[in-house]
């Protein structure tokens, strides 16, 4: 089936695509790798009349720097910045991901097949904002921040202010998203682990745990967010709370994991009932937050082989 005409714009220029996309209003929307996109297009869920290609605005790439919000450190946070335009290939392949971010590497690994990670980017795996999606979780426990921009404006967005509802995010009309930055803390570690049907599909359940330790492995910060259990990703705030203060063990492991099956109120879908995703929800949790544990302790954030409970 052919999508609807439309009328293709290739700006070289991110002030051109904003201003562009501030001009034609309502009829037109961001192009990226267009695999959610044109797909919805063709089935006739969406009918922009206009696409505003992304992908010559010089968006793409990886880098790492110091960024001006501090957090607490007098000279910034060190971040690892990734482009909007950059494919999860381009992530998944890149060093500084595999050496710094596991989490995200994990969440890479399971995300669609390898055609589809050709052609998807980052900033439009966040701004589909699938409820069932492996990168959106993925940004909430890492806690990273979106840098947006429009027509004359530049925002920054904690990744949990991002995102308001299934399919839905803070992006106003014309907005689009440039770049992702993922907070650079030693002594992080995390894990995405994810529960589908087949390669490629999407997630029944998937947990993404953050976690930051200190000398002793006492955990000093950590971050829980579950995907396909609401409307968009939620955070198992208690769950979170109970590993603070400690090492990670296998008894307070399963007692974080316990904890995020009673809070989180995961809603049946024709794939999954409710108690079943509650389930997942306790032996990934469990499963996570070990191999979190186990990564931060290495203190260089390399990625390990997931702890098998
Ligand atoms: C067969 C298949 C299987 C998939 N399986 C999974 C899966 O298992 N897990 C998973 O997480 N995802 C999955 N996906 C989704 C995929 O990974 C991408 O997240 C998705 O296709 C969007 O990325 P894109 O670059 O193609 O964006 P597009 O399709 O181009 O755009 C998607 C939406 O985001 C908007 N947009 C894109 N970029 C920006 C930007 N920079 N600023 C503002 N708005 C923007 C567009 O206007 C559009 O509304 C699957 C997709 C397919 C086709």
């Known amino acids: 089936m052919y999508p609807p005409a439309f009328s293709y714009h290739a700006p070289g220029r991110l002030d051109e695509a904003a201003d562009l996309l501030a001009e034609l209003g309502p009829d037109a929307q961001p192009l990226a790798g267009g695999q959610t996109l044109i797909r919805a297009m063709k089935l006739r869920h969406v009918r922009p009349r206009h696409l505003v290609d992304l992908r010559y605005l010089d968006l793409a790439g990886i880098t790492q720097h110091k960024d001006q919000y501090t957090d607490g450190h007098a000279d910034g946070v060190r971040t690892l910045r990734v482009g909007a335009t950059t494919t999860l290939t381009a992530c998944e392949d890149a060093a500084p991901i595999q050496d710094l971010w596991p989490l995200l590497t994990d969440a890479l690994h399971v995300t669609a ?32 921040n979106l840098h947006l921009a429009g027509s004359g404006t530049a925002r920054l967005l904690s990744a949990e202010s991002f995102f308001t509802g299934p399919s839905s995010t803070a992006l106003g009309l014309g907005e689009i998203l440039t770049h992702i930055d993922f907070p650079l ?20 359940l998937g947990i993404a745990v953050q ?24 955070r198992a705030y208690k769950a979170e709370e109970c590993l603070y203060g400690q090492p990670v063990t296998a008894a307070a492991a399963r007692r974080a994991a316990d904890i995020a099956a009673q809070e989180v109120h995961p809603h049946p879908d024709r794939d999954a009932p409710a108690p079943y995703k509650q389930a997942l929800i306790r032996a990934l949790t469990h499963r996570a937050a070990l191999t979190a544990a186990e990564r931060a302790s290495g203190s260089d954030g390399r990625a390990v082989e997931p702890v098998r409970a």
């Open 185 to 204: 803390h030693p002594g992080s570690g995390g894990c995405y682990l994810k529960v589908n049907r087949k390669v490629g599909d999407p997630a029944l």
């Open 211 to 234: 976690l930051r330790v200190v000398h002793d492995q006492a955990v000093t910060r950590c971050r829980i967010a579950v995907t396909n259990a609401g409307p968009t990703y939620v």
């Open 113 to 144: 097949d390898p055609l589809v990670r050709n052609l998807a980017t980052m900033g439009g795996a966040a701004a589909d904002a699938d409820p069932r999606g492996d990168i959106g979780p993925v940004l909430v426990a890492a806690e990273a």
